[in-house]
């Protein structure tokens, strides 16, 4: 009760307070409000950045704030509202002659009608509707109760005071439905989070999920449909304007999801309009949680929607790409590979994602050449100083990812997240590792056993635990290449020398190759291999033999692969490269594990191991006898023709 008394208090202080100097303590309010690391403040910035990307910071910045004024003036007026009289609604409350007219024969139909009313700053004023047109007495709309009940009963009496009659959201259908039978008003508050109740569609080009519960009820008793804009003209002064609504304004020809579209539409319109109206909408809520949870996150829900009608209905060929997903790639070219066919799959399964890579900066201009992404994003370089590093991480804040997707296993990954404000942070999680920056996790099952699992199989784990739906697509990367004329070689490995095939071996395959083919050999690999492959090609003509180890970035790398007919390598990134571009391939495994980090495109390959080792692999590749590797080339050749 005393915050009852404490409301009626401070609304009658309010009520007897000059306009002008609420007004500047709204302004200041809102001002102080925008300036505070508020989770609403970030909120407002992220909602106003991806509605309008195109606009400047200064701008999003000025209608934020104001946004947060607007915010406070709603606030006062509720409690302000119960101590102003008739005369005062006659001077705040306008309509013009023809509004007004329109909405008097609409009152004195016996049908009633619908009418959606948006969150705009002064939609409370509507309760005071009764004051000014005293036909409108006896209309309807749907509230959510409060907490404590007093509270609310108080709420309750300043809305109902010019016979505005409320109904529980939870029981809202029957009662509206009785009262449109009875031929009144219903007005209803329509936003774009409903959840599985709404309708998918796209508002300000992000999917969202509006009610289509006034369409249903206008076609249930055959009524119009309008739009209610209370247009803001001052502190606490608005004009309402009453737009009837495209499939919702002729009785007999009602349609649901006409209404349902048009009504969002026309707010949209509405809010681009200037920028006063576009400040005047509540951005402090998220109204595109929908598809938020981390359990379908990378799906869209399959469930009835008005997707295809607003594509028609927009004029456009694909899905407007605003929901921001940006995946932390790997460190090791392998593994950057090997999230290929899953890259693939999320874009399928979220065709309404514009899909960031974030990778180290070796990898961001070969990502660039893969139609795999929208945006790549090259992490700065590391140097002996970590703040340039941490501070360009931070800066991409202000570009609002929603979600961050970590396929590395790192606190640096994930602190890279959190920097970044991303407000889903998903990752996989080992028995005994804490990664506590992480939002939500997928656990490693105990009984799992990585090592008869490939990483790509257990990635995909990873991302269906979040939704994804959609099959990897392991198609390669490229066609095959009909004029290449060339053999390839990887004799070294950028991270492990026991993954390393000896040099005598190596010797021995590229004679034997030299004498019986008439195709040039290529030597490949870093500049850590080239050392490795000039001992490789010592003694051999050079017009037979080339050394490219470390003579090529990695794009120039995955133009020069094109070249060959076939790769012979190490368990090695390259490897991966050139299974992902389709060339087959004869790969020589010891101490590793082909199960786990096999070539996985649909291209022809064969892995050798050394005898009597296990297929997870840990033995010695010098094992493996040069005989075995020209017998699977010339094994290789036939299957492909070559």
């Known amino acids: 009760m005393l915050l009852v008394y404490f409301c009626r208090a401070a609304g009658w202080i309010l009520a007897h307070c000059p306009e002008r100097f609420l007004a500047l303590i709204c302004r200041a309010a809102g001002n102080f409000i925008y300036a505070l690391p508020l989770g609403r403040v970030r909120s407002v910035r992220s909602n106003l950045h991806h509605a309008f990307p195109d606009r400047d910071r200064a701008w999003l910045d000025r209608v934020g704030r104001i946004s947060f004024q607007r915010l406070a003036e709603m606030a006062l007026f509720a409690l302000a509202s119960l101590h102003f009289d008739r005369r005062w609604f006659e001077t705040h409350l306008l309509m013009d002659d023809p509004t007004r007219q329109a909405l008097r024969q609409s009152l004195a139909s016996d049908q009633g009608f619908v009418a959606l009313l948006p969150h705009l700053t002064l939609a409370e004023m509507l309760c005071a509707l009764p004051a000014i047109e005293p036909g409108a007495a006896g209309s309807t709309t749907v509230y959510r109760p409060v907490e404590p009940p007093a509270l609310d009963a108080w709420l309750r009496r300043a809305r109902t005071r010019w016979g505005l009659h409320l109904l529980d959201r939870r029981d809202a259908l029957h009662q509206a439905s009785a009262r449109i039978r009875a031929g009144k008003t219903v007005v209803l508050l329509f936003d774009q989070n409903t959840g599985r109740r709404g309708k998918l569609l796209f508002f300000f080009d992000r999917l969202a999920s509006a009610t289509h519960f006034p369409g249903l009820l206008a076609r249930r008793f055959d009524t119009s449909a309008w739009l209610i804009l209370p247009r803001r003209t001052g502190f606490w002064k608005c004009r309402l304007e009453f737009r009837p609504l495209p499939g919702g304004s002729s009785p007999g020809k009602i349609s649901p999801p006409a209404i349902t579209l048009a009504s969002n539409r026309l707010l949209e319109t509405y809010l681009r309009e200037s920028e006063d109206q576009c400040a005047d909408w509540l951005w402090s809520h998220n109204r595109w949680q929908t598809q938020e949870q981390p359990r379908c996150r990378f799906r869209i829900d399959p469930r009835d ?126 028995p005994g590792k804490h990664r506590p920056l992480l939002t939500a996790a997928w656990e490693l099952p105990l009984k799992l056993d990585e090592a008869s699992f490939h990483q790509t199989g257990l990635w995909e784990q990873f991302l269906r635990r979040f939704g994804l739906l959609e099959a990897p697509d392991f198609s390669p990367l490229a066609a095959p290449n009909r004029n290449a004329d060339a053999i390839g070689l990887i004799c070294g490995t950028e991270n492990n020398p026991e993954k390393r095939w000896p040099v005598r071996h190596w010797r021995t395959v590229v004679k034997s190759l030299i004498d019986s083919t008439p195709w040039s050999l290529v030597l490949f690999g870093t500049g850590r291999d080239r050392e490795i492959a000039s001992a490789v090609a010592e003694g051999f003509p050079p017009e037979r033999i080339e050394n490219q180890a470390g003579h090529t970035t990695l794009p120039e790398f995955a133009a020069a692969l094109r070249r060959c007919r076939l790769m012979i390598c190490n368990d090695t990134g390259g490897m991966h490269l050139a299974n992902a571009l389709g060339i087959p391939l004869v790969a020589v495994f010891g101490p590793t594990n082909p199960i786990r980090t096999g070539p996985i495109f649909e291209a022809p390959f064969h892995i050798l191991q050394p005898p009597g080792c296990p297929p997870q692999g840990g033995a010695l590749i010098d094992q493996v006898e040069p005989d075995r590797v020209l017998a699977a080339v010339a094994e290789l050749a036939k299957e492909t023709g070559g």
């Open 305 to 430: 929607n008005y997707l295809d009608l607003w594509m028609a209905d927009s004029g456009r060929s694909k899905f407007p790409q605003r929901t921001r997903i940006w995946i932390r790639m790997p460190n090791w070219l392998g593994d950057v590979v090997m999230t290929v066919p899953l890259l693939r799959a999320l874009r399928r399964g979220r065709p309404d994602a514009g899909i960031t890579l974030i990778a180290p900066p070796h990898f961001a201009p070969l990502l660039e050449t893969w139609d795999v992404a929208d945006e790549v994003r090259a992490l700065p370089r590391r140097g002996s100083n970590p703040f340039p590093y941490w501070s360009r991480v931070r800066s991409w804040s202000r570009d609002y990812p929603d979600t961050w997707v970590a396929f590395t296993n790192s606190f640096r990954g994930d602190l890279e997240g959190w920097l970044t404000g991303a407000p889903q942070r998903f990752g996989i999680l080992r």
